[in-house]
Each structure stands twice: as C-alpha cells, then as structure tokens.
C-alpha cells in the first residue's frame, strides 16, 4: 500500500494527534486529574478568540502554561468531526505524553477567523502592517493580550508561560515571541512556516511546489467564522491514482486552476500569481522581525521534511541574529514534516535511522528543555546548543553552532564520461547534454501516487537514473566514510536552446550491491512501493530545483540568451549524512521534477499565464571543463 500524505492531511494528523475523545475507560486520568475551560479571549481590537484551557485539579500547586495557537481547530477530533465543548477531551495533552503527567496549564487557541474566533485570517499574517483592515491582527499582540488575560483570569499560575507548535502552528509560535510578553520564558516553533516564497511550501528555488499546494489549498478553504459544527474535511477527488497523469493531461497552470471550485482557488490563486519574490511575500517574511525575544527559544525541524525544511534554519539564524545573550537551541532530526510527533522516528520508507528518535527527541530534549525553563528543574545534563541526528551512521550529534565550525567547505566535481571527484577536470572543453521535454517530465517518485508522499525525500532514485533525459554523476567506491554537515551549494555552468530552464540537482547515496535485505517483518505501511532491493538502493539525501530566469534574482527574473554559458549557484539546503564506506556518492542533473515542481514551458514568459504553446523542447548541457568546471560545494567534516 503506498504511502500517501498530503500538506493539509499531515496538518491536521498533527493538530488531531492524541486530540481524539478519548473513551471513559480508555483514559480515565485526563478527565479525573484536569477540568476543560472553554473562554472567547477579547484582543485590543474587540476580536474575540476562542481559548480551550485545561487546568490540573491539584489546587494545591502552581503550573505554568503551555499554549499552542493553530489555524487547524482548538476543538477535539471525535470520529472524524471537530467538537467543540466542555465535555470533549482529548487523548493526550500537549506535545508528548510526559508532558500531562508533569502537570501544566494546557491552553489551545482558534487564531483570528479559524473556526470558533472572530476576525479575519491572513496567510501568513504579515508581522508590520500598518493599515489592517477590519478584524485583522497581529500575532505577537495578540498572543501578549491573551497571555495577560490568563493571568488574570486563570487560577493556580505560576506566571510563566511557555508555547510550542508544529507547521502552520510552528508560524504562530515563532511570530507570538517577536516584542514577547515578559512572562513568555519558553518557545519551541517545530518545523515553522518561515518564508513562503524561500523554501518553505510554496516555492523552492523560484519553482512552485504544484503537487502539494494544491492538495492543501483544495481543502484549507476560507469559511464563516464562528464555524458551525460540527466540521469535516475531505480529500480532493483526483479521479485517478496518478497525480504525474493528472497535472500533465492539463499541462498549463490555468487549466489545473480550472478544476477547482471558488472557494478552493481563494487562498491557492494568490499563491500562484504572485511568481516572483515581491513585496507579497517579501512581508510574509517572518525572519527579519524576529527581534526583542525574552524566552529561550528551541526550534525543531526534520531532515526530510518536504514541506518547510528551510523554516528552522532561518528562525534558528534570525533568533541568534537579533536576540543575543538568550538561549537559541537546534534539534533536527530524520524525520519527515513533523514526524517526531506523529511517530517513533525509526525509519522513512525503505531507510532505518535504527532508534526511536522521536522518543529520544521528546524525553530528552523537549521535555527538559520546557522542565528547566518554566519549572526550574535541572536536565540530568545540558541541553547542547545545537542537537542534531547524523543519517547514515544514524547517531546523535552535538555541536555549540549550525553549521558545526569543524566543516569546511569542499567542492565535489562533476567530470567526463558521468564522472564525481574532488578533482578539477585538468582540460577539454567538456559537456554533457540532454533534451529536456516538458510534455515527458521527470517524475519525482517512481510509482504512482496523489499527494507528496513523506518518503519521497529518501526514496530510490534508480527509476530517474536509467531516463536520458537525467544526467548522472557518480563517484568510485568510497574507501573512507564522507561526512557532511550544513548547506549543499550547487555551483553549475549550463546553457540552454530555450529561454528559460528548471535546472535540478540531487545529490544521492548509493549502497553497495550487497548491502543487506530488510526483513518481511521490518516493513512498514509506510513503505512505498510495497517491495524493493536494497543492493544498489540509491538513496535521496537532498534535492531542489533553480528556475533558471531567477539565476540572478528572485525579485527579476531574465531570460537566458540561447546557447550561452552562464553560471548557476543555489542552495539545495542542510544536511548532515555520512556516506560509508563501500558506499558511492551520486548527483544528477534534470530539467524537471513533475509534480512535485509545476512545469518550466523552456520559454521565457509568465508561467501561470503560459499557454500550451509555449511549451517546447530544449536543449541543456552541463559544462565540466577548466574554467566552467561545475560542482556541488559540501561542508565535509574533518
């Protein structure tokens, strides 16, 4: 069975995970040790936002709070249907099961026009507007207001307060601590929406990422608020197994919008028109603001996290830039958009990270980490700066910073003959080339599915290799491990016959031939496909596409001259992956990544305005010759 999860359906497994109604002799602890409040916290504004709070009966102490604000629903998932009210409790408080066994102030919030608050909604509500219309806010005053309402209004505090919360929650979370409230002392933004535009969902090197906004955005749809209940959401009807079929039998950006209904394209269509790095996005950007934060701050990510794995990094960098002096900790695991919340963490597909990391994650690190900071109690041992789990010899590591200082950066070239050393081609004058058809894209996966499967970031990549259309580079037989730790960098010279060009670069492990079979009953649901050899298994470790006409900026983009060679650098983002020995290391080199990139026509024009015509054949060559000798910088650890 393939493994299929979407943005909008990881989004709510994680806002619903443990928040079922949990039966009388199912979790009897919840309800006999908390009482549920339910209260309509007025902002500064008038706005009013629904507030679940769950308070320890044990009046005989103080707690402090743990708030998570979500756009997905502060109501408890009951077979499937959202339920509002007193009487509904969910299966698990907070972000892990030690969590509500220590004793906390639990609170869950609706923001502004989700489900029961009032107000309006904004994408990615922009931290420095000045003129906001009727019912629109701003999340760090309105997380300040309603921690002064809590308060005030809340028995048994201890006047701290700490906030955490995954993706779109993650957002909130991060944008609450800007000018933070004094009580605030603890925030952990877990795989955080940081910049649209620059990594995070929408689009990766300029590319829009088709197959999963349009999966979120078919169902995450504008509605009345306060919301009627009770409330389901559904999947959209692709008619089809194959998402590749379903997008290339509408080839252009207008037809797919074509298939949906009003209210889907109301937050979708922004996303789409607004193709370049504009003011749009530009105020959407939540890391420059990111200044005056009082509470130590621990941001979580996953290595293989499809949807925001650039997110961490800029809140983890923004956070240190402007707030010295506080505590600023990294934890990135390998795992896929919140997988440490919804899962052990000991595998992705096909490959074993051979631990419960997730456990390790949340005993050792977050739990300690809120202990100390809202509690006072002292972790058995300090929590590093910067934590982080190295794949491949799937080992916790270590480190005061990110990037460790001991990488350094080496350059891994691209030869003749599909050639990958740490050596300059000495001479010639070498290309390599292909067609590049963007009616035959290059698929992602190599099985059918709808949706962004999770392991598609560590999935087998031997389809890809065997397409003429998919330069590959590989190295010899590794006689030493290869370990790297931080920003992969391509640095490309190319030239197309278009007027404009996706150029993808994938960097991938390839195991040895003889590398062991899992067992029968290793195998996951998650797995996908259902059965595969491991001996030659070429493992994604990282990959992003350039649009080509953004090579020199992402605010204005410039058509490629036919036939010139031009340089090429971008950031595929961070990794920490050790090739082992017996191993070889791996690239390739495409114009195309479909659907999970909507397509590049190869001409210079408004993409979501492109009509068929406008999509043609071209040809690419990658150039490895003295002079234009392309590569991919990695930061190798000694």
Known sequence: MLSKLSPLALSLALAFAGAAQAAPDEKPDLRSSYTKYEFRIPMRDGVRLFTAVYVPKDAGKTYPFLIERTPYSAGVNVNGQLQYGPDFFPRRLGPAADFSEAGYIFVKQDVRGRYMSEGKWQEMTPHAKTALEAGEGNESRDMHDTVDWLLKHV????????IYGISYPGFYTAASIIDSHPAIKAASPQAPVTDLFMGDDSYHG?????????????AFTEEKNPSPLPKTWTDFDYGTTSGYDYFLQRLTL????????????AYLKPTIDHDTYDE???????APHMKNVKAAVMTVGGWFDAEDPAGPFSIYRAVGKHNPGIYNGLVIGPWSHGGWAGGEGKRLGHVQFDSKTSEHFNKKLLFPFFEEQLKGVKPAQPIAAVNTFETGTNVWRQYSAWPPVQAKAKTLYLGPNGTLSWTQPAAGTGFDEYVSDPRKPVPYIGYPATGVPREYMVSDQRFASSRPDVLVYQSEVLEEDVTIAGPVTPKLFVSTTGTDSDFVVKLIDVYPTDYPQEKEEEKHKDVAPPSIKMGGYQQLVRGNPLRGKFRNSFEKPEPFVPGKVEPLSYQLGDVQHTFRRGHRIMVHVQSSWFPLVDLNPQTFTNIPNAKPEDFVKATQRVYHAPGTASGLQLMVMP
């Open 280 to 286: 749009f996005w530009k105020a959407r950007n939540l």
């Open 206 to 218: 300029g590319a829009f990422m088709l197959a999963a906004n349009f999966d979120f955005y078919a």
């Open 254 to 265: 207008s037809k797919i919008l074509a298939g949906m209904q009003p209210k889907q394209l």
């Open 155 to 162: 028995a048994n505090n201890n006047g701290k307060v700490g």
